[in-house]
């Protein structure tokens, strides 16, 4: 019995969802078992007195619009008294008899019901197969506040919140330039979701916003209620760990980004901004390098590159030194770590490995409690299980020594996206170097270096300048940051079609 009431309907529906012309009783039936789902009759008064009637959804509508640009004219406009007939009134209230902003006509079910869900009320006039829509939505939203996951030192303290149409304003404070193109998707056909593409006419190369436009619309999903639903379709993301779409809290980096000629991404109900392409580098620079010297930027970039390195090769390096390659310790190093280890049991590999995996269910634990104690367990149970762990002769002080650096030097990644990446690698250059030494550590960063070769970010390569012979110019931001007045150049890896961006 249950196997026949579940059916498996092909995923590809017909468009539109619902057919036939807009009536009453046709929208009744789309909503029914719904409580929300309101209808008042309505009087128009003078030569083509009727009763209309007015429906909506509650919570979806706010009422005091409802009273005063829809319901209130109704009742005072002489003009509409006037009228000689139904479809001369509701001509004039097309034309602004309604204190609305945002009026249309709707002649088919499918798109009155998609409005009503978008929170506009419609007006039923007897006698007409079409119906007037008027917006009358909440618009309730979050409060625009500083961002939460990204660190402001110099810059604005604007991130961007759920509502789409508060990110969109935003934007535009920040670039006031007509040049400004927003391009609108529907994404998710129960969620339908809208998606915004951003870019600068002029500058932003076309190809790159017709590719991301081409990959949003071959989306077919039934929702969008998280980032990864939007991410893991507009790249290949199941190739690789790696994050190949920059995504930020922050209006001014998201602008940055859009006057170097990428292309923007902003979803309703999600308060992140994206940037497309995206190589390394980008997840490499903090926000905060070019509203800091260029010196200073300049050895804070060095420092994270160096920390990437020093995460990615340290275990692997310990592992295969102390298991393989001893002649490569100093000797008073050497005999230190020989007697700290003289009562262990395992081998090296395995409490690198073994500690490793601690220290990610740690940092898990954390952030999965509440913010208030979930710092106080990562340090407590950092130190309770290193120190019992050492004092029980179950690891060695330099293997504990090893993983905390290489897990504090993770933490510097601007990028969260990065970081995680870069752990699910370490995991495997400290496998093979403990199986093949120095050699098997080889073999992992050549496949780790083939990995990122073979990446691209909507055309662009991921490991862009590094991998690209695009002049120097291309070298705006690598290693070293030049003086901001000396960068004359856009990026040239987007293509873009201004190249100069100052004189």
């Given at each position: ?95 602004g008899a309604l204190y609305n902003l945002s009026v249309a006509r709707r002649s ?396």
């Amino acid at each position: 019995m249950r196997d026949q009431q579940e059916k498996t309907v092909p995923h590809p529906r017909k468009q539109p969802r619902y057919d036939g012309p807009l009536t009453m009783e046709g929208l009744e039936r789309i909503f029914s078992d719904c409580v929300d789902f309101t209808r008042r009759p309505v009087a128009l008064e003078g030569e083509s007195a009727c009763t209309l009637t007015m429906c909506f959804i509650s919570g979806m509508v706010r009422m005091e619009r409802v009273s005063d640009y829809v319901l209130k004219p109704l009742a005072e406009d002489d003009g509409l008294r006037r009228c000689a007939t139904v479809g001369e009134a509701m001509k004039r209230m097309e034309e602004g008899a309604l204190y609305n902003l945002s009026v249309a006509r709707r002649s088919t079910l499918d798109q009155a019901a998609f409005d009503l869900v978008a929170g506009w009320c419609l007006l039923f006039f007897p006698g007409e197969r079409e119906a007037l829509s008027f917006f009358v939505g909440t618009e309730e939203k979050r409060s625009v506040s500083a961002p939460d996951n990204e660190t402001v030192l110099k810059g604005a303290r604007d991130a961007f919140v759920e509502s789409l149409r508060t990110n969109t304003s935003i934007v535009r404070r920040h670039l006031k330039a007509p040049e400004l193109r927003i391009r609108e998707q529907t994404v998710g056909r129960q969620s339908a979701t809208l998606v915004d593409i951003l870019y600068i006419d002029g500058i932003t190369d076309p190809a790159l916003v017709d590719a991301l436009e081409e990959q949003l619309r071959d989306i077919d999903i039934d929702g969008v209620f998280a980032t990864g639903n939007i991410e893991e379709y507009i790249v290949p993301a199941q190739r690789t760990p790696f994050p190949l779409v920059q995504y930020t809290e922050r209006s001014d980096r998201f602008c940055a980004g859009l006057s170097e000629g990428r292309v923007g991404m902003l979803i309703d109900g999600i308060p992140l901004g994206y940037l497309t392409p995206a190589v390394l580098g980008n997840f490499l620079q903090a926000p905060q390098d070019k509203s800091s010297s260029w010196l200073l930027a300049t050895t804070l970039t060095l420092l994270r590159y160096a920390c990437m390195l020093l995460t990615l090769f340290l275990p692997a390096l310990y592992v295969a030194m102390v298991t393989f390659h001893q002649e490569m310790i100093p000797t008073k190093l050497a005999l230190s770590i020989i007697a700290a280890k003289q009562d262990v049991p395992f081998r090296s590999g395995f409490e690198v490995i073994v500690l490793l995996l601690a220290f990610e269910i740690l940092q898990e634990a954390g952030l999965r409690l509440p913010q208030s104690i979930g710092q106080t367990v990562s340090i407590i149970g950092g130190l309770v299980v290193g120190s019992a762990a050492v004092e029980a002769k179950i690891v060695s002080p330099a293997v504990l020594i090893v993983v905390a650096i290489a897990g504090i030097a993770g933490y510097t990644m601007p990028s969260q996206e990065l970081s995680g990446a870069l752990r699910i690698w370490r995991f495997l250059l400290a496998l093979l170097a403990s199986a093949a030494g120095l050699f098997g550590a080889i073999i992992a960063t050549a496949a780790l270096v083939i990995h990122l070769a073979g990446l691209e970010s909507f055309g662009v390569p991921y490991l862009t300048p590094f991998a690209v012979s695009a002049g120097k110019e291309a070298r705006e931001h690598v290693f070293l940051r030049r003086p901001l007045p000396q960068i004359k150049d856009r990026p040239p890896a987007l293509h873009p079609l201004n190249r100069r961006k100052q004189r």
